[in-house]
């Protein structure tokens, strides 16, 4: 069965610092990988999507990257963090049809300070 | 292009009595609808979802929603809430011709009263 793994689980971090979050699916090949941000009270905000190694498509303009590295491989990355870049960030994968919903990590609460 | 309106950010029902959350859907192509559940401080659960074929749905956890095309509405209930069903709710659509990317409505919270 496929799984999808996120680490770390909480982070707290200066302002200035780099980040890096990982994402890692199991199970399947190919797999559609998205990076999610949802703020305090509000949504979901979709922030980067790949459909292949190499292949990012940013959503929103940011402080924040991401790259894949590997085919089932996820990163979140900054060089230097903001206190707006706080909140609870979440990994999801799906198929190449995505019409079956999408999987979700369990996320990563990161807080600027 | 697909959209979705959660009506109610917050809703707030007595256990044991019914639970409805409202979602309506603007596609401009047959639809695939799902709920998904967040608890707090977790990752989004999958709740159920229409594709095609039976309009009602059933879930997990004793939920169901109905996709009604006349009315683009996907409305998700429960007869009986159980205090364990206090989270966020969302409801997303994905159009099957063409777009990869879920659309999430805004979410709802779901409070239950002793």
């Known amino acids: 069965s496929q799984t999808i793994h996120q680490w770390p689980a909480t982070l707290v971090q200066p302002v200035g610092s780099p980040l890096s979050l990982e994402c890692t699916v199991e199970?399947?090949?190919?797999?559609?990988l998205y990076w999610y941000r949802q703020a305090a009270g509000r949504g979901l905000q979709l922030l980067f999507y790949s459909v292949g190694i190499g292949q990012i498509s940013s959503e929103v303009p940011q402080n924040l990257s991401a790259s894949r590295p590997q085919d089932r491989q996820f990163i979140l990355s900054s060089k230097k963090l903001l206190l707006s870049d706080s909140g609870f960030y979440l990994c999801?994968?799906?198929?190449?049809?995505?019409?079956?919903?999408?999987?979700f990590g369990s996320g990563t609460r990161l807080t600027v300070v | 292009a697909q959209s979705v309106t959660q009506l109610g950010s917050h809703v707030s029902v007595s256990e044991g009595a019914l639970v409805l959350l409202r979602c309506n859907y603007s596609s401009s192509v047959p639809p695939y609808l799902f709920w998904y559940v967040q608890y707090p401080n977790q990752g989004l659960q999958l709740l159920l979802k229409?594709?095609?074929?039976?309009?009602l749905v059933k879930g997990i956890n004793g939920f169901e929603a109905e996709f009604k095309k006349s009315e683009t509405s996907f409305h998700l209930t429960k007869p009986s809430a159980h205090m364990s069903d206090a989270a966020e709710y969302f409801c997303?659509?994905?159009?099957?011709?063409?777009?990869?990317?879920?659309?999430f409505g805004q979410g709802t919270r779901l409070t239950i009263n002793p």
């Open positions: 999801a994968w799906s198929g190449m049809d995505t019409n079956y919903g999408y999987t």
């Open positions: 229409y594709t095609t074929g039976a309009t």
């Open positions: 199970g399947t090949s190919n797999p559609n």
């Open positions: 997303a659509v994905i159009g099957i011709q063409g777009a990869q990317k879920l659309v």
